[in-house]
């Protein structure tokens, strides 16, 4: 798989996720995460390749969630 197809993965399936939420907080929770992931993949991807991708992806994603936790009752 292509770099640029797997930053489009990432991207699309934030989107797409985000999209089918009806409440609020999970919209931003959503939002956060996978900003964050596609973020990682592209960094990932410009550092080390295919392999940076998949690593960027998983370390923005959970970069994603810890923020999100630690900043879910301040909004």
Same mark, same amino acid.
């Given at each position: 798989?292509?770099?640029?197809?797997?930053? &489009?993965?990432?991207?699309?399936?934030?989107?797409?996720?985000?999209?089918?939420?009806?409440?609020?907080?999970?919209?931003? &929770?959503?939002?956060?995460?996978?900003?964050? &992931?596609?973020?990682?993949? &592209?960094?990932?991807?410009?550092?080390?390749?295919?392999?940076?991708?998949?690593?960027?992806?998983?370390?923005?994603?959970?970069?994603?969630?810890?923020?999100?936790?630690?900043?879910?009752?301040?909004?």
């Amino acid at each position: 798989m292509s770099i640029t197809t797997t930053i &489009a993965l990432a991207i699309l399936a934030a989107a797409g996720s985000a999209s089918c939420s009806r409440d609020a907080q999970a919209l931003d &929770a959503q939002q956060i995460i996978g900003g964050s &992931a596609g973020a990682g993949t &592209a960094i990932g991807a410009l550092a080390g390749g295919k392999k940076g991708a998949g690593v960027g992806a998983a370390v923005g994603g959970v970069g994603g969630l810890v923020y999100d936790l630690a900043t879910r009752n301040k909004k």
